[in-house]
Every structure is written in structure tokens, then in C-alpha cells.
């Protein structure tokens, strides 16, 4: 099957399961990605990708280059470190982040460590930076099914969610459940930047979720407006991106990040709330 | 059914094993009007936290006759909340209702609008679609009563709610607490002007880390009391000994 786009012969079935993976991670992936920056957790997005890495490397000397096998590896090891690290933050005197700086440095020694001397870790490296020109029919049922896995749960945890983001003290008062929250947060994250990193690559993968989010706080102040923004610029990334790395031979993951880089830029500047321009123009104050 | 009554049990409450509050035993009777005053460093805060649940006793213990332990409303010390989250006030407010909706309930038209009556009587009204983090220090005050308003607990914990506020919004916001007092609720307030402790508050306790004294407000307000709250000494003692006093019981 040929996938035309006015006139033009575009690709074959690849381009159009591309497509299709792209749409159901910018779907999931950029309402997280609202969440993460208004958590202030952005930064921790990336750190969270290294802790897939030990459980991804076991996966593929187990199991080979088997998609399945290290989303299902990644997810291990990604939730082990994310709860062990938020269980030292709680339990001693260590803050999330400084905690979790230990744990991800200690899931890519690991990872590091258990690849030592094997002679496939480079077929490993090609996954690790995503292709998403080679996902298969299998993985792009286990994208769309996390995917949709992901909306049905940021739906039901919504209030929780928005609730422990913005008030946390009160929240805890009011016997709302925070570190349960938290971890169901933690959770979707990680399973979005596996699914993610399928796609885009690891790297890449985290850039879909934060970027749209922080453009996202430029065009609104209601929340449910904003994750429809972000999930707007994340599509249209995704999409511009795939076809222009369809045509030119590009990296997809990279260049489907230089477009979302184009869509954080332009609200930068023209954006309603805080852009540069509302900020800055010459405009008339009001009367009250 | 007894009395709603919280007794305070031999209560030290601490960071580390240091205490910040020390022995403390007493009672907040039924509908009582309370404010907890002392110098900086003095425990109050601490001992809010305590009776929210917020933190756990070194020693002692905080006893609820007649309260669920969710009948507890506490306002933190100037919460400091991300000005720019994309939040409305009439969503704030309504987080109060979290106790009767939880997560999947619905926000009924009747929880609406008894959101919009509490920002009635905080003199919020038509605020409701604003965003939170649009309004001033004072306003956001007024919101953060208005969601206490809808958490209709019978215990409200205030721990210093007029600091960094303007007479008008401080006037408002005390007809507030005067309405809970007279609707029979207790209220536990931190408060650091003297006169308006006088003014409004039939009961103070007065601590520096320890009881100082605890009873009618006139009382209370001594120069005794004022003189030995500030010889205690609030410092932190980083190799004090292990406290081995025994409090009759």
C-alpha cells in the first residue's frame, strides 16, 4: 500500500505505521508532558529515560532484538528505580531529585556493565535510538494499546493529579492519596518514554512530551485547554516531521523534535500569557 | 455522646528527636476560640501539625474525643502555590470538596454552588473564573477560606492566616472565624498580634516550646508569661541529652 499525499508517493506501509505510532504518542505522551511541567519535574523526564537502559540491555541478551521483550525489560527497570528512589526520598533525608541523580547513574553503570564485550550491543544502540521507519505490525498494537492504556488513566487519577500538582500540603490534609499519585504519574511516564523511545529513540522520546507541555503554558490558563494544545503541537510535530524525514531521508526522531523546537519557539514569542511579544509590546495598558 | 473535646496527652512533637514542642498536656474543649501565641521558633506551627496528623509524636499523643480524624481542616502557613498554575478560584474552592467527592464523584450543581456562597461571604464574589494565580496575596487569602468554608470541618486549624495581610481582607476574613465560632466549630489559630488576640479570641495558649500558660485570653496575656516566653530559650541544642522527665500522669 502507497500512501499519496497531493500527488506524491510518500512510502510504503512503514511510513503510514510511522504515522500511526506517532499519533498514539503525541496523543499520550504530551498531556504527561503538561503534568511534567507543571510538577517541575522536566528535567527528571530525560533522567528517567537512563533507568530503562539496565533493564533493556537484560531484555536483549535474553531475548535479542525483540521490541516486546525490552519495553517489558525497560518498564522494569524504569518503575524499580523511580520507586526505590521515591522511597529514599520519603524514608530518609534525601530529596527526590538528589536520590534519583544516584539511582540513574547507577542504572546506566549497570546497563554499561552487563553490554561489556557483547558483540550485538550495537544492534542494541540502533533501538535504543528508535526507528520509527521499522516498527513492526506487534509494536505498533503494544504503542496504541499503551497509549489508550495511558488516556483511560490520566482520566480516571485526573483530579488526584491536578489536585497533589497544585497543592500537595492541602491535598495530603484533605487524606488524598499523594504517593500513590505520584507513582501512578511516575508510571505513565515511564511506559509513554519506552513507547516513546520505540519510535523516536530514548533521547528524542522525552523531547515529544516536554516540549508541547512547556509551549503549551503560553497559549492558556485552563488546564484541559493546555493539554489540548500540547497534544495539537505534538501531532503536527509528528506529523510534519515523519514526512519531511520521509522525503529528505532525515532522521525521523530528531527532525520530528526540530518541529516541535519550531512550535516552542513561535509560542515563545507570540504566545498569549507571558510570550515574548504580550510581554514586551508596546501596547496600551487598560483602565482597571 | 461526650463533648467534642482534642486533649493533648504529654505531647512532644519534634525534628530528629529535638523537640519543638515539649510536654505539652491540655484540652481544647467543645467550640472553643482559641489562639496559640509565642515568640518565633516557638512550636506553634509544629503543634499544628500535630494535631492535623501531619506529623507523628516523639512522645504523648493527641487524643480526639467526638472528632473524626477527618473532621480536621488545616490552613498551612502562607502556602506557597505556583502563581501560575492553570487553575480557576471557583476550582480551588471546590478542592474542598474532595472528602465528599473523591476521585470519581461528581461536583454537583448544590457543591457549586455552595462554592459560590463561600466566596460570597469572603467578598470574592464573581472572582469564580478568574485564574487563582491572578489574584493578590490578600485575595488568595480570602480564597484559601473560602475552600475551608466547603471543607465544613468541625476543627479549624490556622496557622498564622493574617500574616502579610491588609486590615480590610484581616476584618473579612476574622467575621469568617467568628461565624465558625458562633456555628459551635473549633478553632485553633496562630496569631501574632497581640491586640487582636485580645480583641477576638476568648482563649490563648502561650508556648515556647513548652506551655507557658493556657486559658482565658486576659490571663493568659500577662507580663509573667510574656517575660518567661522569652527566656526559654528556642535554640537548637545539636548534642542535648535524652529528655527523661516524666509527667505525672
New interface residues.
Partial sequence: MVFSFGGLDLGGVELGRALAAATAISFSGAPLGVFLVLRRLSLSGDVYTHTLFPGVAIAFLIAGESVSAMIIGGLISGLLVAYLSGLVARITVLKEDASLAAFYMLSLAIGMVLLAGNDHAEELLHVLFGDVFSIDHTSLLVIAALSSATLFTLALVWRALVMESYDRVFFASVGGGGAATHMVFITLVILNLIIGATALGTIMAIGLMTIPGASARFWSRNLGVMVVVAITIALSASLAGLICAAYTGLPPGPTIILFAGAGYVASIIFGRFGGLISRYGKRPHLEA | MADPMIQLDNLTLGYDRHPAVHHLTGTFQKGCLTAVSGPNGAGKSTLLKGI?G?IKPLEGGVRMTGIAS?DV??L?QQ?Q??V?????VLD?VC??H??K?G??GTITSAMISQAMAALDVVGLNGFESR?A?ALSRGQFQRVLFA?LLV?DAYVMLLDEPFTAIDEMTCEALLAVIHQWHDQGRMVIAVIHDIAQIRQHFPQTLMMARECIGWGPTNEVLCDDNFQAAREISNGWVEDAAICERVEAA
Fill in positions: 492535623s501531619a477527618d481542616a488545616f498551612p502556602a502555590l505556583d501560575a498554575f492553570p487553575i480557576s480551588t478542592m474542598g474532595w472528602r467527592s476521585l470519581f485564574p494565580g475552600r471543607q
